[in-house]
């Protein structure tokens, strides 16, 4: 069993920046992929990042690649976005999510994560 806590999100002015926190609770979580998600007013859940457990491989959409970076701290039991360059587009409640798969090609779905956090907003200004 894995619980996962969001918080970092806030209001941003574009070009800013922001680090989003994804803290776990669950011994098993040095051996789970984290993913963060995100899902704007009347749109489906979307893909940002992702890293595995392990190697730590990361991988991202073109939408934030480049701006968004992923990464984990396991003896912390945290996992963190850190967005810059922020958009007004980026908008959204960001949701973190674990799961025991390691293919790049399942962390994309939202479908292949088991455990999910409640989400923290982040809102970017024009």
């Known amino acids: 069993q894995v619980q996962l806590v969001e918080s970092g999100g806030g209001l941003v002015q574009a070009g800013g920046s922001l680090r989003l926190s994804c803290a776990a609770s669950g011994r098993t979580f040095s051996t789970v992929s984290v993913g963060w998600f995100r899902q704007g007013p009347g749109k489906e859940r979307e893909f940002v990042a992702a890293?595995?457990?392990?190697?730590?491989?990361?991988y991202y959409p073109d939408s934030v690649k480049g701006r968004f970076t992923i990464s984990r701290d396991n003896a912390k039991n945290t996992v963190y976005l850190q967005m810059n360059s922020l958009k007004p587009e980026d908008t959204a409640i960001y949701y973190c999510?674990?799961?025991?798969?390691?293919?790049?090609?399942?962390?994309?779905?939202?479908?292949?994560?088991?455990?999910w956090g409640q989400g923290t907003q982040v809102t970017v200004s024009s």
């Open positions: 999510a674990a799961t025991f798969m390691t293919s790049s090609d399942f962390l994309k779905s939202p479908t292949t994560y088991k455990y």
């Open positions: 890293i595995t457990w392990g190697a730590g491989n990361t």
